[in-house]
């Protein structure tokens, strides 16, 4: 049976392993097994190893606005992402609601501008 404890934390990124973006290039599906709990969310990774380098610098590999898309946000809306559909830029992991032309691709026409809006509507995301 689960715990109560493992239920009032969300899973973060609908459970796949946010280091593997950075180290197979691919969305992930993590492992139940091997979770690890930051920031309010559970992350599940595909390996140990990956657990650890998530441990050692969380920042670095989380999605840059959790589970909503960058592009939604970019745009002042609240929208769920796929983490199928994805872009690392500057070292940074971001995740959408759509794919391309829709999300990364549209993103990435104005890179710096949507960062800096995403990033001014970053205060929607509080509560979620």
Same mark, same amino acid.
Request: with cysteine.
């Given at each position: 049976? &689960?715990?109560f404890?493992?239920?009032a934390?969300?899973l973060a990124?609908?459970g796949y392993d &946010?280091?593997?973006y950075?180290?197979?290039?691919s969305p ?6 091997i979770e690890y709990?930051w ?5 599940l990774?595909?390996s140990?190893e ?5 441990k ?5 590999y989380a999605p ?7 592009m939604a ?7 769920e992402?796929? &983490?199928e559909n994805?872009l ?6 971001y995740i ?7 999300g &990364? ?9 949507n960062i800096a809006?995403?990033?001014?509507n ?7």
């Amino acid at each position: 049976m &689960p715990s109560f404890a493992t239920e009032a934390v969300p899973l973060a990124i609908k459970g796949y392993d &946010p280091v593997a973006y950075f180290t197979t290039g691919s969305p992930t599906r993590g492992l139940p097994e091997i979770e690890y709990e930051w920031d309010e969310h559970r992350y599940l990774f595909a390996s140990a190893e990956h657990r650890e380098l998530f441990k050692a610098d969380p920042v670095r590999y989380a999605p840059e606005f959790g589970n909503f898309c960058a592009m939604a946000l970019a745009l002042g809306e609240l929208d769920e992402a796929d &983490p199928e559909n994805w872009l690392i830029s500057d070292g940074k992991l971001y995740i959408f609601g759509k794919p391309a032309p829709m999300g &990364p691709a549209l993103f990435q026409q104005d890179l710096a501008a949507n960062i800096a809006k995403a990033n001014q509507n970053r205060a929607l995301l509080q509560g979620h």
